[in-house]
């Protein structure tokens, strides 16, 4: 059943967590679904489930984490979850260059169980993790190798820090927007699209409400303000410059919105 017109049915989709030991894969899942941080290092031994239930864009989701040791002795135990995946969090610690260089390894892992990566239906994430190190210190991977990496892969990049909270939402958030994109049969052609068009896109085809499509408050709302709105998501989905699944479908709904609210604002000035 689809959920585009903001049915009951809750959307399933399940997450997989990669990357070396004690890079924090479990602290991010747990700031993230119990909003604590959990300071103890607890090593996960194969393969912890959990699961939540979020909103995303208006839809609801029943969200399923599986997160994996990151010990090579576990590598056989992790192939048995890959295919059924609709997303995959990869990290890497900024303090320790060896998990950053890990990345190759572990991409080499999922093209082995999956093949080539356009052959993949699977969202993917990269995160880097405990940015809260503070200045350089005992920092050992910069922003713009993290993003370079993953721009590389056409893959989004987002720094996080479980200990503050920082990026968390933000890269839930697009994972789980493009993960549910895949699962709707919208598939970026020639790689990933940048994850904030992949929001406005999913955001204007799924919401119901116009002001929510625009990103608006219903309070003290001008022409001005939903002329602005239209103009840069406009810039973001027109067809013309964007080739992202669900760009055209996206513009003629961002198109209907303005014109409701251009409308419903000018019988309440008359």
């Not at 993917?124 to 190798?145: K, L, N």
């Not at 839930?172 to 993960?179: R, S």
Request: include cysteine.
């Amino acid at each position: 059943m689809d959920n585009r017109n903001g049915s009951k049915h809750i959307s399933r989709i399940r997450i997989l967590s990669l990357g070396n030991p004690g890079v924090g894969k479990s602290c991010l899942i747990k700031r993230y679904c119990e909003k604590r941080f959990v300071n103890k290092y607890v090593p996960t031994v194969g393969i912890d489930y959990g699961s939540t239930a979020v909103e995303v864009d208006g839809r609801k989701v029943s969200v399923h984490f599986f997160d994996t040791s990151g010990s090579p002795l576990f590598e056989e135990v992790r192939s048995e979850f890959y295919r059924d995946m609709q997303g995959i969090l990869l990290t890497y610690d900024v303090t320790d260059r060896s998990s950053f260089i890990a990345l190759d390894a572990w991409l080499a892992e999922l093209r082995h169980n999956l093949g080539q990566m356009d052959e993949w239906n699977l969202a993917v994430i990269v995160c880097g993790t405990r940015t809260d190190t503070g200045g350089t210190g005992g920092r050992q991977v910069s922003e713009a190798d993290g993003k370079g990496w993953a721009d590389k892969h056409n893959f989004p990049h987002v720094l996080t820090s479980a200990a503050l909270g920082n990026g968390i939402n933000q890269a839930f958030h697009t994972l789980f927007v493009q993960a549910l994109q895949l699962k709707d049969g919208i598939r970026p052609p020639g790689g990933a699209v940048d994850p904030e068009v992949v929001q406005a896109i999913h955001r204007l085809i799924h919401m119901t409400d116009d002001f929510e499509k625009m990103g608006l408050s219903r309070r003290s709302i001008s022409k001005e303000e939903v002329n602005k709105a239209y103009r840069r998501l406009a810039a973001l989905v027109h067809p013309d410059k964007c080739k992202a699944a669900g760009a055209e479908e996206a513009f003629k709904t961002l198109t209907q919105a303005r014109n409701n609210l251009l409308k419903i604002l000018t019988e309440t000035t008359v």
